[in-house]
Nanobody
Framework: QVQFVESGGGLVQAGGSRRLSCKDQ???????????MAWYRQGPGNQRELVAS???????VYADAVKGRFTISRDNARKTVYLQMNSLKPEDTAVYYC?????????WGRGTQVTVSS
């Protein structure tokens, strides 16, 4: 069973918004709740990079490229992490994944494709 299942991607025009969801299918709440969760992305020809993270106490950290535009949140009861993306730019085009911090090596999901048209 895949651990992380991402959804919510699609095609959006520059300046638009998108909300991504990621459900942890495998962890129980006692394991999920204390974990730091993150969204990562991999654009065409690029390495995967960390976009945003949220700790168990809901402290958040963002990559400089998305500060002020993206918001990460979590719902522990649903074992789900969200990424609200506003003011999207073509350079945000990527496959978006979620995972823990530090990442669980063998637990990457399929990701969800976000394509931003100019």
């Amino acid at each position: 069973q895949v651990q992380f299942v991402e959804s919510g991607g699609g095609l959006v025009q520059a300046g638009g918004s998108r909300r991504l969801s990621c459900k942890d299918q495998r962890s129980i709440t006692s394991t999920f709740n204390p974990s730091t969760m993150a969204w990562y992305r991999q654009g065409p020809g690029n390495q995967r990079e960390l976009v945003a993270s949220i700790s168990s106490t809901r402290n958040t950290v963002y990559a400089d490229a998305v500060k002020g535009r993206f918001t990460i949140s979590r719902d522990n009861a649903r074992k789900t992490v969200y990424l609200q993306m506003n003011s999207l730019k073509p350079e945000d085009t990527a496959v978006y994944y979620c995972n823990r911090v530090p990442e669980l090596t063998n637990s990457w999901g399929r990701g969800t494709q976000v394509t931003v048209s100019s």
